[in-house]
């Protein structure tokens, strides 16, 4: 659901898919936000095993 999505998404449309973190994903961030895609990797790297691409974009959308 868009309310358990934080920051909460200025748009969501549900699509019935499941969304999995796997050795593909990276963590996209615009702006300053650097320090935050940072803290996000630290969070969910020793949780998922995984090691998250940092990388800088001039816009981010989620995606299945």
Do not use: N, T
């Given at each position: 659901q868009a309310q358990d999505i934080i920051p909460l998404p200025k748009e969501y449309t549900a699509n019935g898919e499941v969304f999995?973190?796997?050795?593909d994903v990276s963590i996209r961030y615009t702006g300053d936000l650097k320090e935050m895609a940072e803290l996000l990797?630290?969070?969910l790297s020793p949780a998922t095993g995984l090691d998250f691409d940092i990388i800088k974009s001039k816009s981010v959308k989620l995606s299945t």
């Open positions: 999995q973190l796997s050795s990797a630290e969070s």
